[in-house]
């Protein structure tokens, strides 16, 4: 069972537009983590988040995570062909590095 | 650097054969991992090595076996292939350990095709 869901399924935006997307949960986490794969290719990371932090930055990129809400949302600024891509959201819920991923989002960024 | 690497890229292989999936990693990472994503859904986590020495199994386990040969290398051995197992596989590595790095690296992945 996938612990992670991503909402929307695919988005569709221009090129200088704002991406976002979020993850549900349905356990405690120790740390949710989101990954970009371009097509053919493997898992980048891109930010990880700890349970007791509540917004992380990373250069376009911006994270938040409610536990309270068991949910996080992945914010990408002024979009770029370049993050076309599917995004995943990971949760970890014990610190062993065990991901649980969901079934992404699926985001094309026309010029 | 070459990070996470994998072999073969591609395989086919008919129902009953055998065959090991390689995975290596440079980074002097403790914890490394092998995925399976299908079509359309997430990856999901097959087994997994926290440290050199220790293998454990993760959400889809059945029809696999693992070898963390030493600490760069871990390999996956499908006994009996079955067209269930086509999928696409991915190595990936982390940290781990006591440093509280758990961002993973991920390999290139194999597309695996059983018929």
């Known amino acids: 069972s996938q612990q992670g869901e991503e909402d929307p399924q695919a988005l569709s935006i221009q090129e200088g537009e704002n991406a976002t997307m979020n993850c549900s949960y349905k356990?405690?986490?120790?740390?949710l983590q989101w990954y970009r794969q371009n097509s053919g290719r493997g898992l980048v990371h891109l930010i990880l988040?700890?349970?007791?932090?509540r917004e992380k930055h990373s250069g376009r990129l911006r994270v938040t995570l409610d536990t309270s809400k068991k949910s996080s949302s992945l914010l990408i600024t002024a979009s770029r062909a370049a993050d076309t891509a599917s995004y995943f959201c990971?949760?970890?819920?014990?610190?062993?590095?065990?991901?649980?991923f969901g079934a992404g989002t699926q985001v094309v960024v026309t010029p | 650097n070459a990070g996470v690497t994998q072999t073969p890229k591609f395989q086919v292989l008919k129902t009953g054969q055998s065959m090991t999936l390689q995975c290596a990693q440079d980074m002097n990472h403790n914890s490394m991992y092998w995925y399976r994503q299908d079509p359309g859904m997430g990856l999901r986590l097959i087994y997994y090595s926290a440290s050199e020495g220790t293998t454990d199994k993760g959400e889809v386990p059945n029809g696999y076996n693992v070898s963390r040969l030493n600490k760069r290398e871990f390999s996956l051995r499908l006994e009996s292939a079955a067209p269930s197992q086509t999928s696409v596989y991915f190595c990936?590595?982390?940290?781990?350990?006591?440093?509280?790095?758990?961002?993973?690296?991920f390999g290139p992945g194999t597309r695996l095709t059983v018929l």
């Open positions: 990936a590595s982390s940290k781990g350990g006591t440093s509280g790095a758990w961002e993973q690296f």
């Open positions: 990971a949760t970890d819920a014990n610190s062993w590095g065990k991901l649980q």
């Open positions: 356990t405690s986490i120790n740390n």
């Open positions: 988040i700890r349970s007791n932090e």
